[in-house]
């Protein structure tokens, strides 16, 4: 080879690492930018604006100085449900003169954090299976429950991956260990997907199984290895083509128009019920929310933005939290159904909009409600 030659060719190599390099520069932080904006609106919208967010890749870190330690917390919490996330470093600082003088311990993460000495409530766990992925979330009360759970995780779900992002927090309620070691994990397998969220003493849990005898039995399992003092909603639905056998009908699609025409029709009459104060479907709504999956599934080529609504009694906070757990277990419901995940969405706006007058009883029970609104995609 002449040295011409030679010369061109490292020349074009020299090119080809530029470009290359270019490429992963410029792809990178092009995904970091779309994570931090979204990561500032959640914040944003939960009126956090003293939280600043910058990302590494899909680590989040938070800055600023926060006005108590539970928002501090919460702001941890809302980072890291931002889709994309996969772990947040809290930095932010309690302000001086704030409601609580506790020091905020710096460069910790949720999967690394200490115990706090601040007791919350609700007092939540949750676990999201898809098949193949198993999410922890939440809190836990110490450092060897964390351990215990993730260890299980693994060794139950064998050939699945594990992702924690658990934060230990002291007072959890009697039994809220033994309902997750002994009662959920060792079922997992056995749900085809699954999302169970554990708030205090009450249990949702939300999926799909391969048959209605594998339902019963984990329905029975659970219940047995559970503490009775737990409250559980079990909704747990099995395939369609078992449920309803021989019905090869010929699917007829409608408009997103008509869809939410159809919707409000149902929700005209009826809406749905959830136990006092707590984000668990009544049974009694299940029809009605088959009803609203059955024609979500008429119109495949929209979006479903889902709204939680409170009455205005109680702290506007803790409504709009509320508001926004009510949303997801609706959210969780229609998954179990059928529905497509990346079709909805959910919000809670607690009690900032009413449509009838808190004064009276019939206007709180008006206002506390869900909304489905459907979007052309």
């Given at each position: 080879m002449s040295f011409k030659s030679l010369l061109i060719m490292l020349v074009g190599l020299a090119a080809l690492a530029s470009i290359s390099l270019f490429c992963i520069n410029h792809h990178s932080p092009l995904i970091e930018d779309d994570l931090q904006k979204r990561t500032t609106t959640s914040l944003n919208f939960e009126g956090m604006e003293w939280s600043r967010a910058s990302t590494d890749g899909q680590l989040v870190r938070l800055n600023g100085f926060a006005p108590n330690q539970a928002l501090r917390q919460k702001a941890g919490e809302v980072a890291l449900s931002v889709w994309g996330v996969d772990a947040v470093m809290n930095h932010l600082v309690v302000a001086k003169g704030s409601e609580t003088d506790e020091p905020v311990k710096s460069q910790t993460t949720l999967e690394t954090s200490k115990p706090s000495n601040t007791t919350?409530?609700?007092?939540?766990?949750?676990?999201?299976?898809d098949g193949k992925t198993a999410i922890l979330s939440g809190l836990i009360p110490n450092e060897e429950a964390r351990s215990d759970i993730r260890e299980a995780t693994r060794k139950h779900l064998e050939k699945g991956s594990v992702i924690t992002r658990l934060e230990i927090v002291q007072g959890a309620p009697e039994g809220f260990t033994q309902t997750i070691t002994q009662g959920l994990i060792p079922n997992l397998k056995s749900f085809t997907e699954v999302t169970a969220t554990l708030q205090d003493s009450d249990l949702n849990i939300?999926?799909?199984?391969?048959?209605?005898?594998?339902?019963?039995?984990?329905?029975?399992?659970?219940?047995?290895?559970?503490?009775s003092r737990v409250n559980t909603a079990f909704n747990v639905a099995v395939p369609q083509s078992e449920s309803v056998p021989n019905s090869p009908t010929k699917q007829?699609?409608?408009?997103?128009?008509?869809?939410?025409?159809?919707?409000?029709?149902?929700?005209?009459?009826?809406?749905?019920?959830?136990?006092?104060?707590?984000?668990?479907?009544?049974?009694?709504?299940?029809?009605?929310?088959d009803s609203i999956a059955l024609t979500a599934n008429k119109c495949p080529k929209t979006k479903i933005e889902i709204s939680g609504h409170t009455d205005g009694n109680g702290d506007s906070n803790q409504n709009q939290a509320l508001s926004q757990r009510r949303?997801?277990?609706?959210?969780?419901?229609?998954?179990?159904?059928?529905?497509?995940?990346?079709?909805?969405?959910?919000?809670?706006?607690?009690?900032?909009?009413p449509i009838a007058t808190n004064t009276t009883q019939k206007g709180r029970a008006t206002n506390r409600r869900i909304e489905f609104l459907i979007l052309e995609q």
């Open positions: 919350t409530h609700p007092y939540e766990f949750k676990l999201e299976f939300t999926g799909t199984t391969s048959s209605s005898e594998t339902r019963d039995t984990l329905q029975q399992s659970i219940s047995s290895n559970t503490p007829t699609f409608i408009t997103a128009d008509l869809c939410q025409k159809q919707i409000d029709d149902v929700l005209s009459d009826q809406q749905v019920i959830f136990l006092s104060n707590r984000a668990i479907i009544d049974e009694s709504s299940f029809t009605l929310l949303a997801n277990a609706v959210l969780s419901y229609l998954v179990s159904k059928g529905i497509d995940i990346e079709r909805l969405k959910s919000n809670g706006h607690g009690d900032t909009r």
